[in-house]
Each structure stands twice: as C-alpha cells, then as structure tokens.
C-alpha cells in the first residue's frame, strides 16, 4: 500500500460529466439547448451539443480497457468509470491508483470551450462550473477543480477569475483561440493575465481545446500527434509576444502535451531570436526566450517516458505528473507501476518535485 504522504497528485485529470451536468445547471435562457445524453443503438450514450456532432461519451470513459475495445463497443453510463462524475466512487479510483488528490479538468466541455457560439458557450461552461464546485466539495483536499471560462470581453474574463476564485477553483481553463479581435500576446489582455498573477489563479490551456486541434493532415491517428501543437504555438505566443517579460509572475500550464520535446523547443525558440529577431518584427526581449519558458511555463504528461531521460536538460520544478483519469489515454490504474518503471533512475528529491511538490506549489495547494 502506497503511504499517504508519499503519494503522487495528477495534475491532469477529467470530469466524464454525467447526463444533466448541463440541463440542471444552465441558465434558464438556454434550457432548450442545453446539451443532452441520447442512447444510440451502435455507440451507446452520446452527448448532443448544439451544432456539433454527436459525442460517444464511451470515449471519455475508456481508462483502463483494453485499447482494442476503444470506440468499438457499446457503452452506457452504467459501465463507465462511475468515478467519472461521482465523488465518493472517484476517490476510491484514486486510491487504486496510488494517488493522492487530482487536478480536474472537463472532457465534454474541452470541446464546448471552443463552440463558435460565444453566448451559448459562455451558457454551458458555466453550468459545468457550478456542478464542479458542488462535485468538489465533497473532498476539498483531494478533487481540486479547474474553472473554465468563455472570455467573451476581457472585463468578463477579470471578474469570471474573482467569481471561480471565490467558487474555491485552483485554476483556470482558457480557450486556446481567443474570439476578441488581439491574440493572448496583445497589450489588450494584459488587465486579465494581472488578475490572474493577483488572485493567485494559474491560467490553463488543455491539448485539444483549440478550434483547429481536429483539422491534422493524413491518416486520422496523425492528429494525435498532431493535437498538442497549438497549445506549443500558444507557448511561443507569450514567450515571443513579450506576455511573460510584462507579467513574471504569470503561471502558464501546458495541460496533458507531454513534455520530452522541451528541450528542443527551447533551444529553437533561442535560435530563432538569435537569428531572425532583426529581419522579422519581434517584441525586444530582455532574455533569451528558453528563461522565460523554464520559469513561467509547466507542462504536464503522463506515460511520457523520454522526460525522464533529459530531466537535467529542463527546469524539472515546472514539470507536472498526471494520470489522465479516466480518458483513454490514462495511466490509471496502472500509474504507479509505470512510474517505478519510468522515473526509477531519479534522485528523491527531483521525483518528489515532479510527482507532487511542483502541482501543491503551482496550486497553492494545503
């Protein structure tokens, strides 16, 4: 048995929110539109959003199976992880798995947050809010909740931090593409990156929550390779748009990216403004952009084995264990078993960073 105090937290797991997460929570404006769960005799029970696709929620519910099953057999919300959206049946997942406490993040909602529809995304997001808080409180030490937020103004955004803040939220989810006319690096949001800094609010920004994540090239498995890509070109944004040089103390997190790539980044982030910061319009930063990466940015992972072999290459405080639960892609209920495997070869004291001490300091958490 894995002791307490020794137990890894996730700083990336999800929600596998349940048939009236949004019909029960919704404003009342948007009742009738709110997304619903039907039962479709070939992929079980599927979430009907507005103007989107049908999802098979058996997708969101697959840790653990056999990956040969994975959007092949007929699944019900009876036969998923009932951990997924029932609080006392989650922290006996967590207890299976060896962990400790997670960070939540949505799964239906990481599509939501993109919905074309600013009002009705802004609708739906907060109505997944609200049933987080109430499915939080049911252990505050160990489900920690990530708000998410539609940012229809930068002013709404400011007071939609001070609101999840005060809703006990550790953090904050954030749409890849802003739909305001300046991108992230524009001076325009600089009011909300400082209320993030001054409500202590970690900002977030998930693999696939970006309106082009589907649109890769080729095969269709390519776009999963494919998927952490805008989260890294939102990386180079704040870096190369100045954000982190105006706003030091901002905590950017790179959510479920995986992380071995990071050395190369850096050093071509560096290359690049050696080399054509003069022939190209650039913000004139005051150090090299891989410093600003090793001190703003953390980026979490899960079965990533190669971070372990160039953890000395990386700033290994701003990396993030996660566990995934109870996504497909998890570790769950195998976490622990992989980590002896994979981060056998670290000191104590770096693995005690990177599977728990980094994500209680980020999160500020008890």
Known sequence: ??????????????????????????????????????????????????????????????????????????????????????????????????????????????????????????????????WLQEFCAYAPDRLHGIGAVALRSVSEGIEEFRRLKEMGMKGVMMPVNPELEGDYHDPMWDPLWRAAVELGLPISFHALTGRNDYAARGPELNWWNFAMRSVQDLIGTFIFGGVFQRHPQLKFIAAECDAGWIPHFMYRMDHVFER??????????????????????????????????????????????????????????????????????????VKERILRANVQEVYRLN
């Open 1 to 130: 048995m894995v002791q307490a105090a020794a137990k890894a937290i996730s700083a990336d797991s999800h929600i596998c929110e349940p048939a009236d997460c949004y019909t029960r929570f919704i404003d009342a404006r948007f009742k009738a539109d709110a997304p619903y769960v039907i039962r479709d005799p070939q992929r079980g029970d599927m979430f009907v959003v507005r103007d989107r696709p049908p999802l098979a929620m058996a997708f969101i519910s697959n840790a653990g199976r056999d990956p040969r099953d994975h959007g092949v057999r007929f699944l019900t919300y009876p036969e998923f992880h009932q951990g997924g959206w029932i609080p006392a049946a989650r922290l006996e997942d967590q207890d299976r798995d060896g962990v400790a406490a997670e960070m939540l993040y949505p799964s239906l909602g990481m599509s939501i947050s993109h919905h074309p529809d600013r009002d009705y995304r802004h609708a739906c997001l907060w109505a997944y809010n609200r």
């Open 276 to 349: 054509h910061r003069y022939s190209k319009k650039a913000v004139s930063l005051e150090r090299p952009p891989s410093e600003y990466f090793r001190d703003n940015v953390y980026v979490s992972f899960q079965d990533d084995w190669s971070v372990f072999k160039v953890v000395d290459l990386v700033n290994h405080e701003r990396l993030l264990w996660a566990n995934d639960y109870p996504h497909g892609d998890a570790t769950w209920p195998n976490s622990q078993k992989l980590l002896a495997e994979q981060a056998a070869g670290l000191a104590p004291a």
